[in-house]
């Protein structure tokens, strides 16, 4: 049985262009593009070599398999200081006056503040740190992480952290001037093109803090996190 899928864009499209059946643009489905058609088009996509702005142009990826209990690796990711640990330059975090609000240093920007609020749901393992330097108002830089449970996808216990960074605009031009430290050097966005090796970096640096933990019996949270 085929089921009415994609019947109104289609009846739209063709109603557009007067009638016919011509296929909605951008669109491959074997019904239009069959296999001998499909084949040299996906093959163009492997390319041997891949421009740098096609790999870090609007986004950011990098994943890796963890040695750690999905539900135990959230709670770490879940509580915004464990960033203390496991990213390259965030330090020294703090409370603010605001509710799940949170204030730290970025070194990479000498004494720059970032600003981080923690939303993580439970039950589909996202975290998601919404981030901004210099000010709390806008969390504009937005990090998009979820732990799968490898026993699923690789059939053997662990997690799958999976991450994702979405280039803002204002990674391109600082959109509060007047808030950074005055003769700071270099703005965030100037780091973009670095972001898919630093996030790896960061990522090494998680997997083997939950692994050693997990491997040697210690809770994957620690104690002064739960103060």
Known sequence: M???????????????IGG?????PGLMRIETSPREK??????????AVYPH????????TVNDYIDCPPDALFDYLADTRSLEEWT???RGFTRTEEDGLWLAYDR????????????????????????AWDQGKH??????????????????????????????????EN????????????????????FGAGHLLELKNLKAIAEYRHRNGLPITPDWMRE
């Open 108 to 131: 990479l920007g000498t004494e720059t503040e970032i600003y981080t609020r923690t939303v993580a749901n439970r039950d589909a393992r996202t975290v998601d740190y919404h981030c």
């Open 175 to 194: 959109p509060y001037p007047d808030a950074a430290p005055p003769q700071r050097p270099v703005w965030v966005g100037d780091f973009w093109d670095m």
């Open 2 to 16: 085929t089921l009415p899928a994609l019947e109104d864009i289609a009846a739209h499209h063709n109603h557009q």
């Open 139 to 172: 969390l504009w830089m937005i990090y998009l992480m979820r732990v799968v449970d490898a026993q699923v996808v690789f059939n053997k216990p662990g997690s799958v952290v999976l991450w994702t960074n979405c280039h803002h605009p204002f990674y391109d």
């Open 53 to 60: 702005d096609e790999v870090f142009g609007e986004f950011c």
């Open 88 to 90: 390259y330059s965030l």
């Open 38 to 47: 499909a084949t040299p088009v996906l093959m163009e996509m492997i390319h």
């Open 20 to 24: 016919g059946t011509d296929p909605i």
